[in-house]
């Protein structure tokens, strides 16, 4: 599974589910980095890894992002998005709000894509 963060270094998010326990005894979340090549301009690209069993508790990891996502949403117009996409098998989902219902439509997307399978699904809240 992939988590990339816009709008907010991916390190942070990476610490986030680092101290999460519930999260810690289900998935190794790891940094990756990809160099900007060379003769090119801007930052190096950064994305979490997160490399779980299959008992990963997706309640869990969807809290633990909507809590890392919550003080970082825009405060006032002109403030940057900050989103978070996960990827895996196929789907793409990505989480810009921290509102109950939409984590909870979140969780059910994901869950139902791990149960019926890749369908090339790419949904946003």
Same mark, same amino acid.
């Given at each position: 599974?992939?988590?990339?963060?816009? =709008?907010?270094?991916?390190?942070?998010?990476?610490?986030?589910?680092?101290?999460?326990?519930?999260?810690?005894?289900?998935?190794?979340?790891?940094?990756?980095?990809?160099?900007?090549?060379?003769?090119?301009?801007?930052?190096?690209?950064?994305?979490?890894?997160?490399?779980?069993?299959?008992?990963?508790?997706?309640?869990?990891?969807?809290?633990?992002? =909507?809590?890392?996502?919550?003080?970082?949403?825009?405060?006032?117009?002109?403030?940057?998005?900050?989103?978070?996409?996960?990827?895996?098998?196929?789907?793409?989902?990505?989480?810009?709000?921290?509102?109950?219902?939409?984590?909870?439509?979140?969780?059910?997307?994901?869950?139902?894509?791990?149960?019926? =399978?890749?369908?090339?699904?790419?949904?946003?809240?």
């Amino acid at each position: 599974m992939r988590l990339t963060t816009e =709008g907010a270094p991916a390190s942070s998010l990476l610490q986030a589910l680092l101290d999460d326990d519930d999260l810690r005894s289900t998935a190794r979340p790891r940094l990756c980095t990809a160099p900007v090549p060379p003769g090119q301009m801007g930052s190096a690209s950064q994305w979490i890894e997160l490399v779980a069993g299959t008992g990963l508790d997706l309640a869990a990891l969807m809290v633990a992002l =909507g809590a890392w996502l919550r003080p970082r949403l825009p405060r006032s117009a002109g403030d940057d998005e900050v989103t978070v996409t996960i990827e895996a098998d196929g789907m793409k989902v990505t989480l810009a709000s921290t509102e109950p219902h939409e984590i909870a439509r979140m969780l059910k997307a994901v869950e139902e894509h791990r149960r019926d =399978g890749p369908d090339d699904a790419s949904i946003r809240s």
